[in-house]
């Protein structure tokens, strides 16, 4: 029995002292059985500090310092300019596949076409709450601009437009400037980008819906949206 108490004892005062006042506000310092480095020497960020000859906590770069996966190498895919010069480069340095304009339409809609629109044309959703002056990128200017400089463009931003670098890394910000190329593209077309044998109803003023019946799985050419010829 004296041991069944003693015990008993014990367990109440550890399970106490363990859960019990747990939670439990108290102005007094806690105890601190293991400090767990809470409270040491160590230099602040950004302040002053004496142990430095140059008196701050925070020392610069050694001169030359790269971050690890950095990219650095003056070198098209990196800079958008042509080596060791300030001109930017005007087609896109990486290889155009299709894998490469889905990324880039993926990553347009989700950054630029708020601003930009779908389309490219500068009417996205901020224009109308009050965003002005979004370029459009049917502007003749912007349709001959060097792609280094719409890469440029994306990773320091422009005048009112901010930079996108932090966001879109360098693999990405090339399939962007791939899908604007193609949105840009998608109203240049002249009549020998057109398949022969559409073209003839093309120049009778016929307007095209491509649409394929799901059912007939027939195509159809339509005039005005209404009359469509099917069978084609
Ligand atoms: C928050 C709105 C906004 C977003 C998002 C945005 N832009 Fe812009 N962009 C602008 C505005 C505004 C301008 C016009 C800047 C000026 O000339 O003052 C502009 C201009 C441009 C220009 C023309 C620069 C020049 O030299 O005239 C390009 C190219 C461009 N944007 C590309 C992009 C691409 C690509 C993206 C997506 C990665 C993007 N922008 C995202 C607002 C935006």
Redesign the pocket.
Known sequence: MRYFLAIYVLIIVAVLSIAGFRGSHSPKPPLEVFPDMDRQLKLRPQSGNGFFENGRSSQPYVAGTVARGAPYQDVPVNTGRISGTTNFVSTIPVALNKTLLARGQQR?NI??A???GVTGDGKGV?AKYG?V???N?HDPR?VK?PAG??FN??THG?????P?GAN?DIPDRWA??AY?RALQRSRLAVLDDIPEFERAALQQNWWWVSRRDPKTRADSICRSGQNCLTGW
Do not use: R
């Not at 422009?158 to 901010?162: A, E, I, P, Q, R």
């Open positions: 347009y950054h630029c708020p601003c930009h901020t965003m002056a979004i370029a990128f912007l601009m400089e719409i463009t994306i422009k005048n009112l437009m901010g996108y879109i962007v400037v604007l």
